[in-house]
Nanobody, 125 residues
């Protein structure tokens, strides 16, 4: 398995930016994709962005196009989520997750089996 630790969350004003990091250790060579999810109080966990080992393809949720960018280092030891033009509705606990298989029709929550503890992002209006 893989151990994941998120960092970089915090309090930011609307319109500001934050960069989240996810450090991975363990069998990172077995990872097929890394994703960022978020969960706001009283809401379901939402997939925000995914980067896959298959050609480095990226997926973004409809709520964040053009504002968030997912990237990774070459060794798949660290995955980043660059968040710009933040809005109060982006407030949530953000989780990093790893998937160990390919997903021909796109990744979803059930495809990820290793999870970090989360980092809180709060956007004030």
């Amino acid at each position: 398995q893989v151990q994941l630790v998120e960092s970089g969350g915090g309090l930011v004003q609307a319109g500001g930016s934050l960069r989240l990091s996810c450090s991975a250790s363990g069998r990172t060579s077995s990872v097929y994709a890394m994703g960022w999810f978020r969960q706001a109080p009283g809401k379901a966990r939402e997939l925000v962005a995914v980067v896959s080992r298959n050609g480095g393809s990226r997926y973004y949720a409809d709520s964040v196009p053009g504002r968030f960018t997912i990237s990774r280092d070459d060794a798949w030891n660290t995955v980043y989520l660059e968040m710009t033009r933040l809005k109060p509705e982006d407030t949530a606990n953000y989780y990093c997750a790893a998937s160990f298989h390919t997903a021909n029709y796109g990744y979803s929550y059930g495809d990820f089996s290793s999870w970090g503890q989360g980092t809180q992002v709060t956007v004030s209006s």
